[in-house]
């Protein structure tokens, strides 16, 4: 006999931006922000740097490995893919992800050097779908005055400038996009009252995961 336990499931909820737009520094506020208001949150990255795929893609972003355009999109996807079933695991679990990056950092990126966009797209269908995508936005120039770019790959203003045309390419309606010139404090607020609604929706078990 199938049990019907109410469902209480975590949101997913995704970061993307610019180099420097402060996602970082914005995904450990919101985690830190629901544990205070006893909600089950976890902090995830892409590229998740510390399993063998993320390595090889770590080996590249540093310069210290040359890949082809191609091979290393595949590695970013594939580095999703290898953390696919855990996120559905936490989700289903109740545990709320805040995650920094994902897919369409690697449909930005790739399609900013060039690459067909729907043949970026592709290997990321199936990967689960983001409850909000919140996007940081804010200009190349002003991005690359944060703390001085450090000496990865991407971190040229140049490049950025590309990404961020990429972006507006994928930005849809359901994308909240927050001014990330703001003060941290600011960005801050408006973020928490964003992803706070989403993840009551999400517990209130009305959204299915997809
Ligand atoms: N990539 C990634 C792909 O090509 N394909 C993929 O599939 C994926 C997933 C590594 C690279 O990989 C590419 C994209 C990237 O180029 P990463 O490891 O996420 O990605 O990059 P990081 O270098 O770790 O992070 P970012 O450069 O993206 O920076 P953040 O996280 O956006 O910014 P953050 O929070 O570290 O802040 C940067 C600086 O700005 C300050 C902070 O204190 C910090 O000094 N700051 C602010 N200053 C003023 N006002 C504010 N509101 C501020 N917010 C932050
Ligand atoms: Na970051």
Known sequence: I???????????????????????????RLVNYFESQGISAELWRFPDRN??????????LTNTSQLDDHTIHLLFSANRWEKRSLMETKLKSGTTLIVDRYSYSGVAFSAAKGL???WCKAP???????????????P??????RGGYGGERYEKLEFQKKVAESYKAL???SWKSVDACQPIEDVEKQLQEIVF???TECQKGKKPLS
């Open 51 to 60: 399993t063998d795929v993320g390595k090889m893609i770590s080996a590249y």
């Open 2 to 28: 199938e049990g019907n336990k109410k469902v209480c499931r975590g949101a997913l909820v995704v970061l993307e931006g610019l180099d420097r737009s402060g996602k970082s520094s914005q995904c450990s």
């Open 140 to 145: 190349p120039e002003k991005a690359a005055e």
């Open 116 to 118: 067909d966009i729907e």
């Open 171 to 173: 930005h849809d309606v």
């Open 124 to 138: 990321e269908v199936g990967l689960l779908a983001p409850d909000l995508v919140a996007y940081l936005d804010i």
């Open 197 to 199: 609604d989403c993840v």
